[in-house]
């Protein structure tokens, strides 16, 4: 889905999909959120990693296709990192980023809380609470 919203109108487009399989993605987008709906029954919020790696310094690379991220020494697609941020918008949840400590480097070390369908507050609180506890 996110393929196909970020390169609606784009120049020698590779690939369409039809409007069939747009409502199929839509039916797996509400399946997925009825089973988080679910776990939230038990649960007030998730914690999980942001992104697929810690901080990194930055770099100027205007191709996000090419570029590389070090994951355990080994390079690893750098669109392959945003499959933690794709576990709650995939299902239209909400999540907010916190950092919650600093890696030996000195850079931070970031967190994200998915929330339950439409209450963006708890996720905006739990990331408040765990943002403080880093002052302990």
Known sequence: ???????????????VI???EWFALLDKQVHLRRRWQALFEHFDAVVTPAFGTLAYPHFDA?????????????ATPYGAQLAWPGVA????????????GRAPDGLP???QVIGPF???RTTIAVAGW??????R
């Open 1 to 15: 889905m996110l393929t196909t919203i970020m390169t609606r109108g784009a120049p020698n487009l590779q690939k």
């Open 18 to 20: 039809s409007a069939h």
């Open 62 to 74: 205007p191709d996000m296709a090419s570029s590389t991220l070090a994951i355990d020494g080994e």
């Open 89 to 100: 918008t995939f299902a239209n949840l909400p999540a907010t980023s916190t950092p919650i």
């Open 109 to 111: 070390i970031g967190a």
């Open 118 to 120: 439409l209450q963006d």
């Open 130 to 135: 765990l943002n403080a506890l880093q002052g």
